[in-house]
């Protein structure tokens, strides 16, 4: 940021660059990397709307990332993700499957029901996971016109409570669901995450499982905006160029969300990314565990959930971003991103731990 | 572009940055200042959604320019912006009034119609434009639960078909909805270049006329990605924030959309960018005017329709990016960006002689 | 209607059974023989939704009417027949090609758009009928992701201005379709006045022209209420049973729509009341002919369509019901019904030539 | 039935008038009193679209009915009457709050998400019923664009399962919504079977005590078809002519769907047939209540729900018609209705009695 040109100048002093907090991984900025990978893909004209060198080399990388062919759809977010995978998985009287924490329920404001036109069939997750015996909660109305006929399972990996399946739990969601002629989508806008907890490729979570549809993340993993979504089973990917460019999801100039998403997944920067993160949210918990009145969920990705006493984070929130996950209860979720240092950690450790005790 | 990173490098080679073409003004990258605003806005934590203050400062700067009051929401790309304003501005049973031109009607998969919910009453356009006169033509049916109500009357600025409205012209559009009750909206994905072509300010296009709603463009002017809808008219904003979000058009790094739409808007620098693609268009035209066997449509935009024999340009396409715009009457269209340089123009314009005379 | 109960007592004096007018078909009441249908399949309990010995009868009957096995859906009004036809024989992306006095695209409220989410690509018709040769403008972006693709050609027979396609000019049409991969469905809710016209039967309109899908009209041809879309094609028939549940045109007590389609369809009474429909308005158009000031549009169906002075029309309207087409160019409609009388036709030429004589 | 016509007679031996089962109310026919005002409402021409007599004499009769004016929508089905009436009460970015045991819910087909555009938030129901403390776990959420806002509660009078709201339970859900600044939508497709259990006026249910929106059902209760939409809030009719319109549900000849319900609820009709319905479920619960191996949900309207050995019921099934409710625990429901005997009922129950004694 040296050089700045009389035009940027004002825009210099808007914003402190050295402030961050736990709000949340899309409170952080762009990582470098994929900022260089965006100047990289700059110059010259390239054929708009995914005719582009760079999203062509997303579909082969990513294919090789999964380890099998798959087709590569980059979008803007996670919530044009989501209802492009549902919407082009579902015929108009299908439905999904998800649990009671799943982000297409509760906060895409309707999307996937008002935009995808599909109905959602609510079950019950534990720790935030969809558990294969809740399939059987779908009765046995399979080709009953006054019934929504179930479609997609889709589970959210890591899950909203930051928790993780492992391989073989996702594993056992797929088998469950292809018993029962449904599709399997992961909404993967922290999949990153989950692979590096597991201590696996991002492959091994959804080629090797069998999962047939992916939303995969790039923005709240170091990206400036771009997810893309990801067939990995072909007959699942029924008109997904259409329904991309009617859901509003066709970038034009794509070469830049590909790009992004090639410095992420071309090489292992997702993984350093997300593990940072992860290890920054392990940090936290492993600093403020067995504080009094302080207890925790389980963390394994980059989320904290912690239930403490409302006023003490209200005062809290005077000094560091959070949010309530439930204002009742008091639980408040604290995030940590790529961009999350030890020292952010450790001083909000300590602020936590001079309240509690 | 010195100092690539071992990760990047193998990009580097993936395309030639001094190729550029004719093909659209959606194939050029991104403008130096804007890649600078996009790393100026980097940096620390800001608020995601929207809540940033790059994003607040954009409605500020907007209001400025537009000389009222105007809500800004930042967006993905033209036809989220479109869908958004349409659809907040519609009741259900409400419609749009469009040319058959229009980019909502004939580009963009059906979105407002599938998405938006909106039905669109075509009326044929003179050169691309809307005469006021074909309003007439909706007929007496208000208040008849028969017919769809209409109550947006949308135009493009500057049109599909490269030509612009004088602000007298807008505002006898706005006269005559407004008469009938209904909102103005313009499709601005270009509306830089019209006024660049009119000698303007934005503001004089849309903001003195009465024009209630803007989709204003960023994309096709020098921005990686992103548009923003802008309501100049509080009455037209109805729930927009929501119908934002549900229609899958919510940047959660927001502050990335709005510091490259105020790299743009905050100077002069959009309408230097559409003059000078403007300028090239005004270059090419008066380069192959009067050739034999080829015909112009005005050119006052940064598009240059031409008519000539298809072989030509089957012979064209080999050497240069165009699109056919008609493949019956041969009719093409070239378009020209904000990094089209005379260069370009004169080489192409020599290879159209060429082939002609 | 001797023996009227108590209950019914004070109905009785609410209209005047004799009273008939010109306004439309929907004015008048139910035919006997469908009454009568109705009180046959009456008593005792049948099985809803469609799986009653009505029903099934219904799909056999109409099976042989049309010359091929069909799949019959009855549903409950011409709109629904409309929509639950295009929404099942459309994927998300695809769109309806129609005429610009196609009821679908103006006397629908925008449902095939809103409720179904079909695009409607409207061309102009020729006395209300889609030419063949309109197909072509359609264009060459099949396959084009950001336009809607076409699916469907729908055409109405009889017309929305009272002509009627020959069944080779229908056959053209299913041909020019058919070629263009377009599947054919034709709005019929008036179809029975169309084979009266010319002196067929339905089956040597729809059946054997190779139309894909019908909406079979009951309501303005002396049935209470109720439609019934035709399948033709197997394959334009997809999930049609969850679309017409989803669409809300499932009737639970199926088994009174279904007897009164047998009462039109399973004997000639079909064509008996259409074509008593379109003598009547042969009758009155023969008796006005050639009268001052009054031009004709040709009269084929049930409807007269009368150009005369605005101030003429208002006079008569004060005696007549009947309804202004155009209020602009004065053009009347005069629709004659099922139950319109060589009276009531007479004593309203005799007021029509009293006033332009 | 007597001097059947020789159209007619072909039909009359289709089936058998005297076999009567417990599948469902709406496997019941036409009251003869329903009938006769079908025919007293036929002859000469009506207004078609609402705008007759007996659609006029109807809100008057509903306004008398209801305590208050009232705007009355007749409408086709009870699907058609909820999305109609749902889908006027919501903005596109609003919802409904309904049991898990909803109508709209498990058994229209995704129309209320898919056709209506409103997201159900689904709360457990206790016996059916909604809980007013349900509405607490809506959160805090109001204003947050991430998440669709409640508008509406949505409940079943009498309920899915049988059980029957007071009037006290119903004005604590008025109370609990509107404290919140929600609507109340009663599902009252058996509305007067609840009047009648509770021995009030179905004015005294959701008249008095505040109730926004009622689905006033018809067909169950011995209407060939038809119910309608009735605001008894005038604020919660944005837009219905137009949304019934364009949802499918505006009949033509509408005059008879109004004289139906007017045969229904001018006089106490409405009782009389659900009373009598209630009394055989009555009639049929004492008569089984205490078998071994056979256990039953509290009876107050029309059903009885029953858990029984699920062979016992196989074998029941092959000579009587009735539903398994859960095929997994072997809970069935036995439905009676208007015309139901009290012989049906005592041979049903023989025949259970005889299975499990």
Not at 145 to 159: F, G, K, L, M, W
Not at 173 to 181: P, T
Not at 247 to 276: C, I, N, P
Not at 323 to 332: D, I, L, R
Request: charged share 20%; hydrophobic share 45%; glycine share 8%.
């Amino acid at each position: 940021m040296n050089r700045i040109s009389p035009l940027a100048a004002p825009l210099v002093a808007l914003h402190d660059r050295d402030q961050r907090g736990f709000a949340s991984d899309n409170y952080a900025g762009v990582h470098p990397q994929v900022l260089e990978a965006i100047a990289v893909a700059n110059g010259g004209h390239q054929t708009a709307y995914g005719d582009d060198v760079y999203s062509a080399r997303l579909t082969s990388v990513l294919s090789e990332r999964f380890g099998k062919p798959v087709e590569a759809y980059p979008v803007f977010n996670g919530t044009g993700a989501n209802v492009v995978a549902l919407r082009a998985a579902c015929e108009r009287w299908e439905a999904v499957v998800c649990t009671d924490s799943a982000h297409i329920h509760v906060d895409e404001c309707g999307a996937p029901e008002a935009m995808g036109g599909v109905k959602l069939l609510v079950v019950p997750g534990v720790d935030g996971k969809l558990v294969p015996a809740s399939l059987d909660t779908l009765g046995t109305r399979r080709g009953d016109e006054h019934t929504v006929q179930p479609r997609v399972v889709s589970i959210t990996q890591a899950t909203e409570l930051g928790t993780v399946y492992t391989t073989e739990e996702i594993a056992a969601v797929v088998d469950a669901a292809h018993e029962r002629n449904l599709l399997v989508h992961v909404d993967g806008s922290r999949l990153a995450n989950a692979a590096a907890h597991l201590g696996v490729d991002i492959g091994a979570i959804v080629g090797a499982t069998g999962v047939d549809l992916v939303s995969l993340g790039g923005t709240k993993n170091g990206m400036l905006m771009g997810e893309a979504v990801v067939a990995l089973n072909p007959d699942a990917a029924r008109g997904w160029k259409f329904v991309r460019k009617q859901s509003m999801q066709l970038a034009s100039k794509m070469r830049f969300v590909s790009a992004q998403l090639l410095a992420l997944y071309e090489g292992d920067l997702h993984l350093q990314t997300a593990g940072h993160a992860n290890a920054m949210a392990a940090r936290l918990a492993d600093a403020v565990a067995g504080l009094p009145g302080l207890t925790l969920r389980p963390v394994q990705a980059n989320a904290v959930f912690a239930t403490l006493p409302i006023e003490v984070s209200l005062r809290l929130q005077e000094r560091f971003h959070f949010y309530f996950w439930n204002e009742t209860t008091g639980e408040v979720r604290w995030m940590c991103s790529w961009d999350t240092t030890p020292a952010d950690v450790d001083a909000f450790a300590a602020a936590i731990r001079a309240e509690l005790t």
